[in-house]
């Protein structure tokens, strides 16, 4: 899975106390890391409080966003597999009461997107 997998668009597991370390200026005190993926340079990072969405931006991945959701915004959630002609796999997430979704995340498998919409759903519906 590692790296091959994250050069073509596979979300791949990461270990969260190095993740912890990377976003040292992005956790509140006592936040901790549950879960983290990523997808090429981009991270999925699940804490206890929220879902932080990192991407790296640019030929040198310098620009970094994080982009903060926390589960109590997050109003609904689609995941959509993969199929045989439509090889893309998507999540899109919406908050409180709007019509277009906040985020929409791409996937060229849908191993990980499971797992993923499994750590969504036990987040939101906590």
């Not at 090429?40 to 804490?47: A, E, K, N, Q, S």
């Not at 903060?68 to 908050?95: A, C, M, Q």
Request: proline share 2%; charged share 25%; aromatic share 8%.
């Amino acid at each position: 899975m590692g790296l091959f997998s994250g050069l073509i668009g596979n979300a791949s597991q990461k270990d969260n106390d190095k993740v912890e370390q990377q976003l040292v200026d992005v956790l509140v005190p006592g936040e901790q890391v549950e879960l983290a993926y990523v997808l090429v340079r981009d991270l999925i990072v699940f804490t206890e409080k929220r879902l932080i969405l990192v991407d790296k931006q640019g030929v040198t991945g310098k620009k970094t966003s994080y982009r903060s959701i926390p589960y109590k915004s997050i109003s609904r959630f689609t995941v959509e597999t993969n199929g045989h002609f439509d090889l893309d796999s998507e999540l899109k997430i919406w908050i409180s009461s709007a019509k277009e979704p906040a985020e929409i995340l791409q996937f060229k498998s849908s191993k990980n997107i499971v797992q993923i919409q499994q750590a969504l759903a036990a987040a939101v519906l906590r």
